[in-house]
């Protein structure tokens, strides 16, 4: 079992900035990728940004030059920082784990999923 704790996220003015972090706790082998998703109630879920294990990244086309994503391998750790937030940016953000894990061996794969946070961008 792989738990997943978000915090940051908040009410913020647009131009402004926000950080999000995660953390994988539980029986982790390894972790494949970590990443950001967010939602608007009515919408389809979709990827903020990736990174892999060796912090490969990939971003969705409207928050490149704004976000960057970073992930602490000791920790089991990722972290979103938001920069020059709009208004479309708001939403809530899913923290995402991908990875091998379980009590037993050999490991299997797992796919978890945070509880959400919630970020609005408004003046």
């Known amino acids: 079992q792989v738990q997943l704790v978000e915090s940051g996220g908040g009410l913020v003015q647009p131009g402004e900035s926000l950080s999000l972090s995660c953390a994988a706790s539980g029986s982790i082998y390894n972790i494949v990728a970590m990443g950001w998703y967010r939602q608007v109630l009515g919408e389809e879920r979709e990827l903020v940004a990736i990174i892999t294990s060796g912090h490969s990244t990939n971003f969705a086309d409207s928050v490149k030059g704004r976000f960057t994503i970073s992930r602490d391998n000791a920790k089991n750790t990722v972290s979103l920082q938001m920069n020059d937030l709009k208004p479309e940016d708001t939403a809530v953000y899913y923290c995402?784990?991908?990875?091998?894990?379980?009590?037993?061996?050999?490991?299997?794969?797992?796919?978890?999923w945070g509880q959400g946070t919630q970020v609005t961008v408004s003046s």
């Open positions: 995402n784990v991908r990875g091998y894990g379980g009590d037993g061996w050999p490991p299997r794969v797992f796919d978890a």
